[in-house]
């Protein structure tokens, strides 16, 4: 094994087992606990919020918040004026920067 491959064949033992259990996964209600799920073992006591786009509306939904206390959502009801899990972000309402930031399909 060449010295330089090694992080690549780190990359894919780490990855091969995740994307068998991911092709396994039947709905997409099982695929997002699964990417949340994974998502709190990578990055412990952080903050994550996982959006969807919501064609019949043309906004980004939240899905769920990972990380957040009871406080910090109520916070968030006073702020916005809705429940966390009743906001959406209409696309009209963003720039093109954040249209390309919200919408490139990675992690962030």
Not at 1 to 8: A, F, G, Y
Not at 69 to 97: C, S, Y
Not at 99 to 107: E, I, P, R, V
Request: charged content about 30%.
């Amino acid at each position: 094994m060449k010295p330089e491959n090694k992080p690549v064949q780190d990359a894919l033992k780490f990855l091969s087992p995740l994307l068998m259990e991911l092709l396994n996964l039947t709905t997409v209600e099982d695929i997002y606990d699964f990417v949340q799920e994974k998502l709190q073992e990578l990055v412990k006591d952080a903050y994550i919020i996982i959006s969807t786009y919501d064609e019949q509306s043309e906004s980004l939904k939240i899905r769920d918040m990972i990380g957040i206390t009871p406080r910090m959502l109520e916070l968030a009801k006073t702020l916005i004026g809705v429940e966390t899990k009743d906001f959406n972000l209409p696309q009209d309402t963003l720039d093109e920067k954040s249209k390309n930031f919200m919408s490139s399909g990675k992690l962030k």
